[in-house]
């Protein structure tokens, strides 16, 4: 059992590149989020989707766009990449039942020169 | 005010010692309290689920105090491994988890 998993894990961009950050669960989850995190910070949501279907915007969705074509799928594409972009994204899933915690991506290192 | 904030620390602890962490929230109609673990440049992990009783596994015990909203990690006979940071996860109710900034241990021989 796979679990999320995010490719690539490292990627350099140089600035007005573009690029997609895969995401892929194996566990039937409803809920898949896409997080950055700026050194020293927290997590902060980018986008999210309950569903097949459904995505919605999180607290800091500016540069990103998100598709859900399938239950396993959860894509995050960077078009016209910018320094500010630079930061560590984390694929996470949850059944979105209940008392449920939140599983992991290894996460995808991209720097924007 | 921020929706989940906690201390950053660092907090720097001797072997063997207890130390504890809070994190309040101010959305009161939050529902579910997680405490994860973060290690340098790694994803977070689930630590514990924090339940209005409180709950203990091993060294580490959480607890809800509802009406103050806030959440507390305790860490007794701290291991030089415990050193991490640690986030406090807040839910509300439509699953959309709010991450602390996290705090910072440091534990040394």
């Known amino acids: 059992n796979a679990g999320v998993t995010q490719t690539p894990k490292f990627r350099i961009l140089k600035i007005g590149q573009s690029m997609t950050l895969q995401c892929t669960q194996d566990?039937?989850?409803?809920?898949m989020y896409w997080y950055r995190q700026d050194p020293g910070m927290g997590l902060k949501l980018i986008y999210y989707?309950?569903?097949?279907?459904?995505?919605d915007k999180g607290e800091v969705p500016n540069g990103y766009n998100v598709s859900r074509s399938t239950t396993e799928d959860f894509p995050l594409r960077l078009e016209l990449a910018a320094p500010s972009q630079t930061s560590v994204y984390f694929c996470?899933?949850?059944?979105?039942?209940?008392?449920?915690?939140?599983?992991f991506g290894n996460g995808t290192r991209l720097t924007v020169t | 005010r921020k929706e989940v904030e906690q201390d950053p620390g660092p907090f720097n602890v001797p072997e063997g010692a207890t130390v504890a962490f809070n994190c309040t929230y101010s959305?009161?109609?939050?529902?579910?309290f997680f405490w994860y673990r973060q290690d340098c440049r790694k994803e977070p992990k689930l630590l514990m689920s924090v339940y209005s009783s409180g709950n203990e596994d091993g060294r580490f015990t959480a607890q809800l105090n509802r009406a103050s909203q806030y959440i507390s990690l305790l860490i007794r006979d701290s291991k030089l491994s415990d050193s991490a940071t640690y986030l406090c996860?807040?839910?509300?109710?439509?699953?959309?988890?709010?991450f602390g900034r996290g705090t910072s241990l440091i534990v040394h021989p």
């Open positions: 996860v807040v839910n509300r109710g439509s699953y959309i988890p709010t």
């Open positions: 989707s309950v569903g097949a279907g459904i995505t």
């Open positions: 566990m039937n989850h409803n809920y």
């Open positions: 996470a899933s949850n059944p979105g039942q209940g008392v449920s915690p939140l599983h």
């Open positions: 959305n009161s109609a939050s529902q579910s």
